[in-house]
């Protein structure tokens, strides 16, 4: 499925990920509390909507990088 070089372009960008989910809290830890807070407070619909616009930008920038 995966070769050499994709599966490590994989790992590369699971590790950014990770790195870039990693800032907010390091940061600044009281406004991400916060974000969080209000996150958890959305309906389903509305994280749905937030999950789904995601997965699309993240597909048109790959789309693009590709």
Excluded at 28 to 43: C, E, G, I, S, Y
């Amino acid at each position: 499925m995966f070769e050499g070089d994709s599966l490590h372009s994989l790992w590369m960008a699971l590790a950014l990920m990770l790195v870039i989910e990693g800032l907010m809290p390091f940061l600044n830890p009281a406004a991400w509390r916060k974000m969080f807070t209000q996150v958890l407070q959305l309906h389903d619909g509305q994280l749905r909507f937030v999950g789904l616009a995601s997965i699309v930008c993240g597909l048109l920038l790959l789309w693009c990088l590709g």
